[in-house]
């Protein structure tokens, strides 16, 4: 108990912090489809491999360690 729900749905906006942008941008190249992504039975967008999700958003962005 006390883990933060961010960190255990693994949903936008945890993939957001991860990769240093807002989550609307997560939702945008998830909804065009590049980065991929699961609904759950809510309508959430899951993330499977959030730590790949946000390196795929940097690169999007051009922000991507070297």
């Known amino acids: 108990m006390g883990q933060n ?4 749905r ?11 942008c807002s989550p609307k941008t ?7 489809g590049k980065i991929d ?3 759950n ?3 959430w967008r899951i993330f499977s491999e959030p730590e ?3 390196l795929q958003v940097q690169k999007l962005l ?3 360690p070297s």
């Open 5 to 8: 729900v961010y960190t255990t």
């Open 62 to 64: 051009g922000s991507a």
């Open 26 to 32: 997560v939702r945008k190249f998830a909804d065009l």
């Open 52 to 54: 790949k999700a946000a």
């Open 10 to 20: 693994k949903t936008a906006s945890y993939v957001a912090i991860l990769a240093g």
């Open 41 to 43: 039975h809510c309508g």
């Open 37 to 39: 992504c699961r609904r």
